[in-house]
């Protein structure tokens, strides 16, 4: 186990290295938090001119950034969920069953986040254009699912990996049906990995940008609301506080997404 | 009833199983995969410029457009910036990954590994707009770069042909750095994933025979850390070839390929156009893919 | 007369082109303890597998004290399965597991806690109910998978290779164990394993298996002493084959015969040979102290080498060892030997 490692000490210049390495990661981040307070309208000044808690009282105020963020939110949930049905269902097909196109299927699944965001964005965008769909929230929801479904399969098709033994044969066995070996052994078992998948999905679809830009015709995500503020700065202060915003919904359920990931896996080594 | 429902099922194994894949497979299939040939087909359409609509009839001449010489001058520039990036990113990338992998402990391991891996998920957008702030003329690298003297030197890189700008918030430089800080995680996992496969015992054995560290660091851990750089350099060069954001938001008017695609199938609607220029990053990925599956860079994945 | 417990009408199972059983006919007795015995892949875990549900045969029929259950679900099935790798629920306490198939009955809170206790009682874990599984031992999880599946009163238990994780003391131990609370409950209980020792140990009848047929059924006696075939001979036990010119120089008839190495007396080179024994004269070639018996290598004038076991009754190390390449005579009883089939 690499973990013997640290018995020994890593150099000076290989641990400068790595601490500069995880900064470039995190400071960025930070800028974004500080600037949030910034009392420069016009530019994006530093140091900053003054400190401000009054960007945020703005943008509560802003009826165009609630109806992103209801819009956003909606997505969100939506394709979550749907995520959430479709993957587990994939999932439980490919963990229990052998069947001809197998590693196919694993493969089909992963190419939405294997391609660039891009090729699916103007896929559908063709195929939207090609059947005259009118754009509407569900074209966006539909564009989502198709990147959050392997997240939610990966999660959980793992962790029926990791389930010890024959659990489901041992319901069976004990009198349960199909439904009941799911509700008392399959669930619990994969609660967390459900929940795991289930924020990826959320974080992914909530600050997504590419896809949307090809799904949204004139609707108005969040992250589509910062894109535009990207190209076309009108509004700097409430953009910081906007992008500050962002950072904490989509970093703590993603932060808690890998904590039970990797608690999962310890148990695992423990056994 | 429903152990009267679950008994019908167990009976029949490949029923449950197509119940359980159809409505998946389905999604996939029909959403999907059906997308991706509507943007084949789309590809082979054309856009009548006197009407702006679209033709829908079997023509190559789009595929022409494609290669006229802005455009291959566009595919050129990105795939230029792509390795450039994945080069960064694999020199910046290593030393963390390398601390995570052998030195960290078993707890530290699981932090840092987390703390990688939530900007790989999370923030995209706002991970490029962050760069705006720092990049911009009166932001804070200017700052620091005015603190110590250094002026002459941004104004000399600015000046350059093809990589300079008015401005390091619009510039190829400006987009390069933001590039390599977007990516970065998908570099660092990977080399990580790899390093962690070197057992113990063979870096011992290279001490034990003889070698220095610095020898054990040039001839045991860089090769065998060779699968996970180029596994990164598979997500590095693909979402740079395909991203839009970051040359929209931090470059100046000379395209890069996401952004064409991006573009035409905005303003003038040329979604032949659009599809077209998309099959460049996907025919330019499918050969890294079997370039890159020859040095076992997927069992690093 | 009460019907069979479990009744096999010539069952098969193919993976394929693989028959993992293969015709099987096989009557199991109401309230015995049998043993399905045999290597690994020889079919003795699909049958079982059968008999739960988790696996349907190719052809044939299956009956459960005279019922066809061949095409039931194992949810509709009287009978219960204690896993190889136990399989208790890893989210639930002991109590939850154990009451696991009551609750889904639906029996009441009340009664249901009682029934749990008096298991606990009978695998002797007492107190046990909170704890969750990964806080036992494999030797008390054993004991809860076999509790979980006797609190259902299944009509027949069964025992899929249980003790395989256990160390050898603890698994001696759990075979007097096991006996003993299948005769305080009465139920018919089928055992998979590829032991030997464990099979002979513990059951009333073996059936051993090989490539998805069974090759003989008996008492353990009979299996041991009067083995069918020579794969029985060979898998259960240590045994000396002899055919040929050796079988005719030593009994006058030419047909194979087998020999177990402990009934076989290692005498000095000149000793008489009494009427009701059959001799073999050779040279000692090996000598392997085990400290409760010896084992010898013998190699016949003929060139055949057999085993012989003798315990070490008053000898010590010292005194076996000088019998390596030594002449010997053997000796056993007439009695001792079984012909063979094929």
């Given at each position: 186990?690499?973990?013997?490692?640290?018995?020994?000490?890593?150099?000076?210049?290989?641990?400068?290295?790595?601490?500069?390495?995880?900064?470039?990661?995190?400071?960025?981040?930070?800028?974004?938090?500080?600037?949030?307070?910034?009392?420069?309208?016009?530019?994006?000044?530093?140091?900053?001119?003054?400190?401000?808690?009054?960007?945020?009282?703005?943008?509560?105020?802003?009826?165009?950034?609630?109806?992103?963020?209801t819009l956003s939110l909606q997505i969100a949930l939506i394709a979550t969920a749907s995520a959430l049905i479709l993957g587990t269902l994939a999932a439980a097909a490919v963990y229990?069953?052998?069947?001809?196109?197998?590693?196919?299927?694993?493969?089909?699944?992963?190419?939405?986040?294997?391609?660039?965001?891009?090729?699916?964005?103007?896929?559908?965008?063709?195929?939207?254009?090609?059947?005259?769909?009118?754009?509407?929230?569900?074209?966006?929801?539909?564009?989502?699912?198709?990147?959050?479904?392997?997240?939610?399969?990966?999660?959980?098709?793992?962790?029926?990996?990791?389930?010890?033994?024959?659990?489901?044969?041992?319901?069976?066995?004990?009198?349960?049906?199909?439904?009941?070996?799911?509700?008392?052994?399959?669930?619990?078992?994969?609660?967390?990995?459900?929940?795991?998948?289930?924020?990826?999905?959320?974080?992914?679809?909530?600050?997504?940008?590419?896809?949307?830009?090809?799904?949204?015709?004139?609707?108005?995500?969040?992250?589509?609301?910062?894109?535009?503020?990207?190209?076309?700065?009108?509004?700097?202060?409430?953009?910081?506080?906007?992008?500050?915003?962002?950072?904490?919904?989509?970093?703590?359920?993603?932060?808690?997404?890998?904590?039970?990931?990797?608690?999962?896996?310890?148990?695992?080594?423990?056994? | 009833?429903?152990?009267?429902?679950?008994?019908?099922?167990?009976?029949?194994?490949?029923?449950?199983?197509?119940?359980?894949?159809?409505?998946?497979?389905?999604?996939?299939?029909?959403?999907?995969?059906?997308?991706?040939?509507?943007?084949?087909?789309?590809?082979?359409?054309?856009?009548?410029?006197?009407?702006?609509?679209?033709?829908?009839?079997?023509?190559?001449?789009?595929?022409?457009?494609?290669?006229?010489?802005?455009?291959?001058?566009?595919?050129?520039?990105?795939?230029?910036?792509?390795?450039?990036?994945?080069?960064?990113?694999?020199?910046?990338?290593?030393?963390?990954?390398?601390?995570?992998?052998?030195?960290?402990?078993?707890?530290?391991?699981?932090?840092?590994?987390?703390?990688?891996?939530?900007?790989?998920?999370?923030?995209?957008?706002?991970?490029?707009?962050?760069?705006?702030?720092?990049?911009?003329?009166?932001?804070?690298?200017?700052?620091?770069?005015?603190?110590?003297?250094?002026?002459?030197?941004?104004?000399?890189?600015?000046?350059?042909?093809?990589?300079?700008?008015?401005?390091?918030?619009?510039?190829?430089?400006?987009?390069?750095?933001?590039?390599?800080?977007?990516?970065?995680?998908?570099?660092?996992?990977?080399?990580?994933?790899?390093?962690?496969?070197?057992?113990?015992?063979?870096?011992?054995?290279?001490?034990?025979?003889?070698?220095?560290?610095?020898?054990?660091?040039?001839?045991?851990?860089?090769?065998?850390?060779?699968?996970?750089?180029?596994?990164?350099?598979?997500?590095?060069?693909?979402?740079?070839?395909?991203?839009?954001?970051?040359?929209?938001?931090?470059?100046?008017?000379?395209?890069?390929?996401?952004?064409?695609?991006?573009?035409?199938?905005?303003?003038?609607?040329?979604?032949?156009?659009?599809?077209?220029?998309?099959?460049?990053?996907?025919?330019?990925?499918?050969?890294?893919?079997?370039?890159?599956?020859?040095?076992?860079?997927?069992?690093?994945? | 007369?009460?019907?069979?417990?479990?009744?096999?009408?010539?069952?098969?199972?193919?993976?394929?082109?693989?028959?993992?059983?293969?015709?099987?006919?096989?009557?199991?007795?109401?309230?015995?303890?049998?043993?399905?015995?045999?290597?690994?892949?020889?079919?003795?875990?699909?049958?079982?597998?059968?008999?739960?549900?988790?696996?349907?045969?190719?052809?044939?029929?299956?009956?459960?004290?005279?019922?066809?259950?061949?095409?039931?679900?194992?949810?509709?099935?009287?009978?219960?399965?204690?896993?190889?790798?136990?399989?208790?629920?890893?989210?639930?306490?002991?109590?939850?597991?154990?009451?696991?198939?009551?609750?889904?009955?639906?029996?009441?809170?009340?009664?249901?806690?009682?029934?749990?206790?008096?298991?606990?009682?009978?695998?002797?874990?007492?107190?046990?109910?909170?704890?969750?599984?990964?806080?036992?031992?494999?030797?008390?999880?054993?004991?809860?998978?076999?509790?979980?599946?006797?609190?259902?009163?299944?009509?027949?238990?069964?025992?899929?290779?249980?003790?395989?994780?256990?160390?050898?003391?603890?698994?001696?131990?759990?075979?007097?164990?096991?006996?003993?609370?299948?005769?305080?409950?009465?139920?018919?209980?089928?055992?998979?394993?590829?032991?030997?020792?464990?099979?002979?140990?513990?059951?009333?009848?073996?059936?051993?298996?090989?490539?998805?047929?069974?090759?003989?059924?008996?008492?353990?006696?009979?299996?041991?002493?009067?083995?069918?075939?020579?794969?029985?001979?060979?898998?259960?036990?240590?045994?000396?084959?002899?055919?040929?010119?050796?079988?005719?120089?030593?009994?006058?008839?030419?047909?194979?015969?087998?020999?177990?190495?402990?009934?076989?007396?290692?005498?000095?080179?000149?000793?008489?040979?009494?009427?009701?024994?059959?001799?073999?004269?050779?040279?000692?070639?090996?000598?392997?102290?085990?400290?409760?018996?010896?084992?010898?290598?013998?190699?016949?004038?003929?060139?055949?080498?057999?085993?012989?076991?003798?315990?070490?009754?008053?000898?010590?190390?010292?005194?076996?060892?000088?019998?390596?390449?030594?002449?010997?005579?053997?000796?056993?009883?007439?009695?001792?030997?079984?012909?063979?089939?094929?």
């Amino acid at each position: 186990m690499p973990s013997k490692y640290s018995a020994e000490k890593a150099s000076l210049g290989l641990r400068l290295g790595a601490l500069g390495t995880l900064l470039f990661l995190y400071v960025p981040i930070l800028i974004i938090f500080l600037y949030a307070f910034t009392t420069d309208e016009k530019t994006f000044s530093f140091p900053l001119p003054g400190l401000t808690t009054k960007w945020f009282g703005v943008a509560l105020g802003r009826a165009d950034l609630w109806s992103a963020l209801t819009l956003s939110l909606q997505i969100a949930l939506i394709a979550t969920a749907s995520a959430l049905i479709l993957g587990t269902l994939a999932a439980a097909a490919v963990y229990r069953s052998n069947f001809f196109g197998k590693d196919a299927i694993s493969l089909l699944l992963i190419l939405p986040i294997a391609l660039p965001g891009i090729v699916t964005g103007i896929a559908l965008r063709s195929a939207i254009g090609s059947l005259d769909i009118p754009f509407s929230y569900w074209t966006i929801v539909i564009g989502h699912a198709t990147f959050c479904i392997v997240v939610v399969y990966n999660n959980v098709l793992a962790r029926f990996r990791r389930m010890q033994g024959s659990q489901v044969e041992a319901s069976m066995d004990l009198g349960a049906n199909s439904f009941q070996t799911f509700r008392y052994v399959v669930l619990p078992n994969i609660a967390t990995a459900l929940l795991a998948g289930g924020m990826l999905a959320f974080a992914l679809s909530f600050d997504e940008v590419i896809v949307t830009t090809f799904t949204a015709g004139q609707q108005t995500t969040l992250p589509i609301w910062i894109f535009s503020q990207l190209t076309r700065p009108r509004d700097r202060p409430v953009t910081n506080v906007v992008a500050m915003f962002v950072i904490l919904i989509t970093f703590l359920p993603i932060f808690f997404a890998q904590k039970i990931s990797a608690e999962a896996s310890d148990t695992e080594g423990d056994k | 009833m429903l152990t009267r429902i679950s008994t019908y099922f167990y009976r029949r194994p490949n029923l449950s199983l197509a119940l359980l894949l159809g409505l998946p497979l389905l999604y996939m299939f029909v959403v999907y995969l059906g997308s991706l040939f509507a943007l084949l087909l789309n590809s082979f359409y054309y856009l009548e410029e006197f009407t702006g609509l679209v033709v829908r009839e079997f023509t190559l001449r789009t595929y022409v457009t494609v290669f006229s010489p802005t455009n291959l001058g566009i595919f050129g520039r990105t795939a230029g910036m792509a390795a450039a990036v994945t080069i960064a990113d694999a020199l910046i990338a290593f030393p963390l990954a390398y601390y995570i992998a052998k030195f960290a402990s078993r707890r530290a391991r699981t932090w840092l590994y987390i703390a990688v891996t939530v900007p790989l998920w999370s923030s995209y957008l706002v991970r490029v707009y962050s760069w705006k702030l720092i990049l911009a003329k009166e932001g804070i690298l200017s700052w620091f770069i005015n603190l110590f003297h250094m002026n002459f030197l941004l104004d000399w890189l600015l000046s350059l042909p093809e990589i300079g700008g008015s401005s390091l918030s619009l510039s190829p430089i400006g987009m390069f750095i933001a590039f390599c800080y977007i990516w970065l995680p998908y570099m660092i996992v990977p080399i990580q994933t790899a390093l962690e496969r070197v057992p113990k015992s063979l870096i011992e054995a290279s001490g034990d025979l003889g070698a220095s560290a610095s020898q054990t660091f040039r001839k045991v851990i860089l090769p065998l850390a060779y699968p996970g750089v180029i596994a990164g350099s598979i997500f590095t060069f693909s979402l740079t070839l395909g991203d839009f954001i970051v040359p929209q938001s931090l470059g100046n008017s000379r395209f890069f390929i996401g952004q064409a695609v991006y573009s035409h199938q905005g303003t003038s609607g040329n979604i032949p156009l659009a599809a077209a220029l998309t099959m460049g990053p996907v025919v330019i990925m499918i050969i890294y893919l079997l370039l890159a599956r020859k040095t076992g860079a997927f069992d690093a994945l | 007369m009460t019907n069979p417990a479990i009744q096999f009408e010539k069952i098969s199972r193919h993976f394929g082109d693989v028959k993992a059983v293969d015709e099987v006919d096989l009557e199991i007795r109401d309230g015995e303890f049998f043993s399905m015995l045999g290597p690994s892949g020889s079919g003795k875990t699909t049958c079982l597998r059968m008999i739960a549900g988790f696996d349907r045969p190719t052809s044939g029929r299956i009956l459960l004290y005279g019922q066809d259950v061949s095409d039931l679900p194992p949810f509709q099935r009287d009978v219960n399965t204690v896993f190889q790798d136990y399989a208790l629920f890893p989210h639930m306490t002991i109590e939850g597991n154990i009451g696991y198939g009551l609750m889904i009955k639906k029996v009441p809170v009340s009664e249901r806690k009682r029934q749990v206790d008096e298991m606990l009682d009978l695998v002797q874990l007492p107190g046990f109910h909170w704890r969750k599984p990964s806080q036992l031992s494999g030797g008390q999880r054993q004991r809860v998978a076999l509790a979980r599946a006797l609190i259902n009163h299944p009509k027949v238990l069964l025992l899929d290779e249980p003790l395989g994780a256990l160390d050898l003391k603890l698994r001696q131990q759990m075979q007097v164990e096991l006996k003993a609370i299948q005769k305080k409950v009465g139920i018919t209980f089928i055992f998979v394993t590829h032991d030997q020792e464990e099979a002979l140990t513990m059951s009333d009848r073996i059936a051993v298996f090989r490539d998805g047929k069974i090759e003989q059924i008996g008492t353990p006696a009979e299996i041991y002493e009067r083995p069918a075939t020579t794969f029985v001979a060979g898998f259960v036990g240590t045994s000396n084959l002899i055919s040929g010119e050796t079988a005719k120089r030593i009994t006058g008839d030419a047909r194979m015969f087998s020999v177990r190495p402990e009934k076989i007396h290692l005498a000095t080179a000149n000793e008489k040979i009494p009427a009701e024994m059959y001799s073999a004269d050779g040279v000692v070639r090996e000598v392997i102290y085990l400290g409760l018996y010896t084992r010898y290598m013998v190699e016949l004038d003929g060139g055949e080498t057999l085993v012989v076991i003798e315990q070490n009754l008053k000898s010590t190390s010292m005194d076996v060892l000088k019998a390596k390449d030594q002449p010997t005579r053997l000796l056993w009883s007439k009695d001792h030997i079984n012909h063979l089939g094929a």
